[in-house]
T-cell receptor
Framework: EPEVTQTPSHQVTQMGQEVILRCVPI?????FYWYRQILGQKVEFLVS????????KSEIFDDQFSVERPDGSNFTLKIRSTKLEDSAMYFC????????????FGQGTRLTVV | DAKTTQPPSMDCAEGRAANLPCNHS???????VYWYRQIHSQGPQYIIH???NNETNEMASLIITEDRKSSTLILPHATLRDTAVYYC??????????????FGQGTELSVKP
């Protein structure tokens, strides 16, 4: 069964460093998303991406964040200068169409900023 | 903000049906009701979705009231592996709301032997 894969599963980084979280969406999917979940809190929407551009972003997704689909298969989230409060699980999701098709989530990357 | 209201927790006996309610009184005509669940800190898992008709798949059934202001997710024969947080989500049109999923706090379902 096709699945969304994320790498790495766990990343530890020092405050101020740049990190790139990687996702391989399901191959025929067209819509891509990043979410995060701080420990003990709810899942929060960060950004949606369609047709090689951001279609919507939340207020969390500030200038420190960027997304890219560099090669038609990977979908990345970059955090330019990490802060302690960026520590969270980051989930990638993809869907074939928008509202009337299910979005499938990856297993997440646990980011720990020290 | 989430547009749904769910009880924070529920218990269910193993082998019995689990009925998880959700209120979405401000849902608009083009918005779908989605259900996901999350086991521990794993990625959310899709369960089912619907617009106005009742839906059933291999995992669950979704009953949506005629006025669409509430719905119920039914797990027909709950097992211990169904213990998870269940999220009811109203999902809007891509071009108005980005097709994003807005998660609330969900219902923590505990299936007990």
């Amino acid at each position: 069964e096709p699945e969304v894969t994320q790498t790495p599963s766990h990343q530890v980084t020092q405050m101020g460093q740049e990190v790139i979280l990687r996702c391989v969406p399901i191959s025929n999917h067209l819509y891509f998303y990043w979410y995060r979940q701080i420990l003990g809190q709810k899942v929060e929407f960060l950004v949606s991406f369609y047709n090689n551009e951001i279609s919507e972003k939340s207020e969390i997704f500030d200038d420190q964040f960027s997304v890219e689909r560099p090669d038609g298969s990977n979908f990345t989230l970059k955090i330019r200068s990490t802060k302690l409060e960026d520590s969270a699980m980051y989930f990638c999701a993809s869907s074939f169409r928008g509202v009337n098709t299910e979005a499938f989530f990856g297993q997440g990357t646990r980011l720990t900023v020290v | 903000d989430a547009k749904t209201t769910q009880p924070p927790s529920m218990d269910c006996a193993e082998g019995r049906a689990a009925n998880l309610p959700c209120n979405h009184s401000t849902i608009s005509g083009n918005e779908y009701v989605y259900w996901y669940r999350q086991i521990h800190s794993q990625g959310p898992q899709y369960i089912i979705h619907g617009l106005k008709n009742n839906e059933t798949n291999e995992m669950a059934s979704l009953i949506i009231t005629e006025d669409r202001k509430s719905s119920t997710l039914i797990l027909p024969h709950a097992t211990l592996r169904d213990t998870a947080v269940y999220y009811c989500i109203v999902r809007g049109d891509l071009y108005n709301q980005g097709g994003k999923l807005i998660f609330g706090q969900g219902t923590e379902l505990s299936v007990k032997p």
